[in-house]
């Protein structure tokens, strides 16, 4: 599913697609600007998002076989909530 795919399903739940691709847009954006300031955001139901710290490591350049440094970052973490069945 993508963008476009969520967007149609929302708007069969009644909106029209210009409104729903505006909510879903919005959604998207409160989580992300959450995320930014680190905080956690709990959909229950659904899931958590959480903003996690890498750690610096080594890792190998495929091409050169040549040890690389790969720097430390911050990135966002999903776990699903119990309720989600697949």
């Known amino acids: 599913m993508n963008k476009a795919d969520l ?3 929302i708007a069969a739940a ?3 697609k210009a409104d ?3 909510a879903l847009d919005a959604t ?3 989580i992300v600007e959450a995320l930014k300031k680190g ?3 709990q959909l229950i139901g659904f899931g ?3 903003v996690v710290e ?3 490591r080594k890792g190998i350049n495929p091409a050169t076989k040549a040890v690389i440094e790969i720097p430390a970052k911050k990135v966002v973490k999903f776990k699903a ?3 989600v069945e697949l």
């Open 7 to 9: 967007v149609a399903a």
């Open 14 to 16: 009644g909106l029209k």
């Open 20 to 22: 729903a691709q505006k």
């Open 28 to 30: 998207m954006s409160a």
């Open 39 to 41: 905080e956690k955001v």
């Open 48 to 50: 958590t998002f959480s």
């Open 54 to 56: 890498k750690a610096a």
């Open 81 to 83: 909530g119990a309720k």
